[in-house]
């Protein structure tokens, strides 16, 4: 594995930022995990790692697998 940054997303992506107004963070975490899933399928990825960089499993970081995962993503 190369370990190549092929996709990404973010709070502040324009396409994500007009839509979150008003949500709370963790909202947002699953919008940008659903955002993180469709980018990758639309690059024919299926499957990912998901590298927590040492968080714990909870609150924004759960809401962004959750989101990742309803998007289609196996990991």
Known sequence: MDGKHLISASSIDKDLRAKM????????????????????????????????????YTGRVKALADGAREGGLDF
């Open 21 to 56: 107004g008003g949500l709370k963070k963790t909202e947002q975490a699953r919008m940008v995990g659903k955002a993180v899933a469709e980018r990758a399928k639309e690059k024919g990825i299926e499957a990912v790692v998901f590298d927590r960089g040492g968080f714990r």
